[in-house]
């Protein structure tokens, strides 16, 4: 599986757009990038997934950039409950049975009040 | 409504003792995942079921680890003869279907072997 690379933590004051940025430069052309982030003693959570347009959702923005080397997690307005560890993840659905999730480990986001 | 349920949340096993964990995903789903994530560590894929069929295995450290769903939805992960190293959390997931973008987790069952 393709990897990613993301910085270990990042900070963030509350209330304030957080970019949570990952690089993956050997993407294929059917990896799908997806956004998990895991809140302490939680299981992972599902954030966001993208191809090649940037995407939103109720949670958050997905920005791809055109050659599909890197990608960035944008939180509009971080809040206090969006302190928890981010996950980039490249993932063949199409080539791989059931598409298991291979996690690295993750950009760790502190957010300040 | 109901989401994946594991139990135990907490197991202590003293070395050479064998363990059971318990996964109940969502309802009708299809696919099954067990994770291992390591303290401070990012999750580790260790099996995957479709249905009754484990389709991937690949990631189970031992044949000391040994998955089953023996009807497609309860599933049990059993480590057998526990080592320190086994220290860990262990995830489960569930998709609806094959493929599925979206991955459902469970909130882990802690693994402490002394």
């Known amino acids: 599986d393709a990897k990613t690379t993301q910085p270990n933590s990042m900070e963030s004051n509350e209330e304030e757009p957080v970019h949570l940025p990952c690089n993956h430069s050997?993407?294929?052309?059917?990896?799908?990038i997806h956004w998990y982030r895991q809140l302490p003693s939680q299981g992972p959570e599902y954030v966001i997934h993208?191809?090649?347009s940037n995407v939103n959702n109720r949670m958050a923005s997905l920005a791809i950039a055109e050659d599909r080397k890197s990608s960035t997690l944008i939180l509009h307005r971080a809040t206090l409950r969006d302190a928890a560890v981010y996950y980039c993840?490249?993932?063949?659905?199409?080539?791989?049975?059931?598409?298991?999730?291979?996690f690295g480990q993750g950009t760790e986001l502190s957010v300040k009040p | 409504g109901a989401g994946v349920s594991q139990s135990p949340r907490y197991k202590v096993a003293k070395r050479g003792q064998d363990v059971a964990l318990r996964c109940d995903p969502i309802?009708?789903?299809?696919?099954l995942f067990w994770y291992q994530q390591a303290l401070g560590q990012g999750p580790e894929f260790l099996t995957y079921?479709?249905?009754?069929?484990?389709?991937?295995k690949s990631g189970l450290p031992s044949d000391r680890f040994f998955a089953e769903r023996p009807e497609g939805s309860v599933s049990t992960l059993k480590i057998q003869r526990t080592q320190q190293e086994d220290s860990a959390v262990y995830l489960c997931?569930?998709?609806?279907?094959?493929?599925?973008?979206?991955?459902?987790f469970g909130p882990g069952t802690r693994l402490t072997v002394t």
């Open positions: 997931a569930s998709s609806p279907s094959v493929g599925s973008y979206e991955q459902y």
């Open positions: 050997t993407i294929s052309g059917t990896d799908y």
């Open positions: 993208g191809l090649t």
């Open positions: 993840i490249l993932r063949d659905v199409e080539g791989d049975q059931g598409g298991k999730l291979i």
């Open positions: 309802s009708g789903h299809v696919s």
């Open positions: 079921f479709q249905n009754e069929a484990q389709l991937d």
